[in-house]
């Protein structure tokens, strides 16, 4: 019998190390979780009722099982308390209050017992094999692994990495790469998440960090740090465009990433299933930039607007498909590698637009200062665009206009703040009509053809305004981007719709003045309206 026992022992510490070993686990966690799994059966055993305990010693093997009781004057659970005088028998010296231990004999699993301590076992060290995985990979996105392809299910790549599993989503492969199952696959972790059926790592092929850690692996200078990649865009499988800079002038950026007759690069696109990849200097100059971007085509003028983070780029007409690229494709990558949307337009359509915009700021100043078509065209020629330009510019930068003096000048002012008035007076009339309260003119920053955007939009009231998020009052419109083939680039999302005065370039910090104005009434007497719930609430609980 003492032969069995310990042949019993023996066989429980070689399963905790050979489980320990082949999960990669700690020896304790499976010992603790037969240490559960004995507690679990002996409760079956002896009555769920007891508070059984079970010590199970990792060296030898020697299994000890016991149930813990309480010490009181008078029983009233007997399977959790003792009475003093039983106490004394099982550990002499035992006070009231006291919670002693009482040895169990050990207990001979039966076939079902024992298949439900195997089950409490395999879940416990399942969990820990899953939270053994979670922490091996948390803290490793953004890094390259290597693994092979165990299957293919409904699209996504399921890669076997050793210990773990990642899965490559459809859309993160690259297009028309056939997956084998057998095979080995480079990917990028791009996160793990920690989920109920375990940790999940997500991996990818198409996204723009694996072209760049690639070139890390290729271009030494580029891992060490001498050369950076600031910006890098993607047409999985097709193309590519990256922007480099080095921060030792005797190395070209470009030249070191291509490599002697191009063996560096060539690495990199037989890696992406041929992609063509172009490598372009990156310049602080966001117009030289630009220009570079949209290489091969060559650049005529490059107009930035900053606050809408917009480009409009001018090309010589016979050089307007290369800009564009096969179906928007060159302009797109240079949009995503500079971060701004870029329009393209030959010299012929800029002219146009130049000249038709040109004529309506003409014909707004001639109308508005009841001027002659002269007059209003040199004021366009020196850069005046708004009615708000000619009435508060100082008198002496609008008399040294050649032609222009101090009289014109004043004159001119005087004209464009009436004009500016009569606008405001037909704002307050429509705005008025639309029912918006006058309290809301009251309000910093906020203007009468505001009230009037803001009447259009059914927010009439303190209240109404009150109710807005700052996003919702002042976030800038994104506007459609337009393609050559007369497709349309549509990345409007419902959070990109822009807030209701999101054309007035309200910044965040007028936005935020605005909401807590017009909040403000929220809390004039808040203390006395408190009472006065509280005395309806006293009120409703006496009836």
Not at 38 to 54: C, H, V
Not at 326 to 347: F, H, W
Not at 518 to 526: G, T
């Amino acid at each position: 019998m003492a032969s069995a026992i310990s042949a019993n022992r023996a066989e429980l510490i070689a399963i905790a190390n050979s489980v320990a070993t082949e999960k990669m686990i700690d020896k304790s966690i499976v010992i603790e979780a037969m240490e559960e799994a004995i507690q679990k059966s002996a409760r079956n055993r002896y009555g769920a009722e007891n508070d059984i305990r079970a010590k199970l010693d990792a060296r030898t093997g020697d299994l000890r099982l016991w149930r813990v009781v309480e010490v009181v004057e008078e029983v009233e659970d007997y399977f959790k308390q003792v009475d003093l005088k039983q106490a004394e028998k099982l550990e002499p010296g035992s006070k009231l209050g006291d919670f002693i231990v009482d040895p169990l004999p050990p207990v001979d699993l039966g076939r079902i017992d024992a298949q439900s301590a195997k089950q409490v076992i395999f879940q416990k060290v399942r969990d820990a094999e899953r939270e053994r995985q979670f922490e091996e990979f948390k803290d490793r996105g953004g890094e390259i692994i290597t693994g092979v392809i165990k299957s293919v299910e409904f699209g996504h790549v399921i890669v076997n990495l050793g210990r773990a599993e990642g899965v490559i989503r459809r859309d993160q492969q690259i297009p028309r790469e056939a997956a084998r199952v057998g095979e080995r696959v480079r990917a990028i972790i791009l996160k793990v998440e920690r989920q109920n059926r375990g940790p999940q790592i997500f991996l990818s092929r198409a996204h723009p960090d694996f072209m760049r850690k690639l070139f890390a692996q290729e271009v030494p200078e580029i891992y060490d740090g001498i050369i950076e990649i600031h910006a890098a865009a993607r047409d999985p499988g097709s193309r590519a465009k990256i922007g480099v800079i080095s921060h030792d002038n005797s190395i070209d950026p470009v030249g070191a990433c291509v490599g002697m007759k191009g063996s560096r690069v060539q690495a990199v696109v037989q890696e992406l299933q041929g992609e063509k990849i172009d490598i372009i200097p990156w310049s602080e100059d966001t117009a030289t930039f630009v220009v570079n971007a949209l290489q091969p085509a060559t650049v005529s003028r490059v107009v930035i607007d900053e606050e809408e983070m917009r480009i409009e780029v001018v090309v010589p007409d016979d050089q307007l498909s290369l800009a564009i690229g096969r179906r928007g494709q060159n302009v797109r990558l240079a949009s995503q590698l500079t971060g701004s949307q870029i329009d393209i337009m030959t010299e012929q359509e800029s002219s146009e637009k130049r000249q038709r915009e040109f004529a309506e700021r003409s014909k707004m100043f001639e109308e508005e200062l009841d001027v002659d078509e002269t007059l209003s065209q040199l004021l366009v020629a020196e850069g005046f665009t708004e009615m708000e330009e000619v009435a508060y510019i100082d008198k002496s930068e609008l008399a040294a206009i050649e032609g222009f003096d101090e009289e014109l000048a004043e004159e001119l002012q005087s004209r464009a703040q009436e004009a500016l008035d009569r606008r405001e007076a037909a704002c307050r009339e429509e705005r008025q009509a639309f029912g918006v309260e006058d309290d809301l003119a009251e309000i910093p920053h906020i203007t009468e053809q505001m009230l009037v955007t803001l009447g259009k939009a059914g927010i009439k009231t303190l209240d109404d305004l009150a109710d807005l998020a700052t996003d919702e009052l002042i976030a800038k419109k994104r506007v459609e981007q337009r393609r050559r083939d007369g497709t349309v680039n549509r990345r409007m999302r419902e959070e990109d719709k822009g807030g209701v005065l999101g054309d007035y370039g309200l910044s965040e910090e007028q936005g935020n003045e605005i909401i807590m104005a017009a909040r403000a009434h929220w809390f004039e007497d808040e203390p006395a309206g408190s009472d006065d719930s509280g005395e309806a609430a006293d009120a409703d609980s006496s009836q």
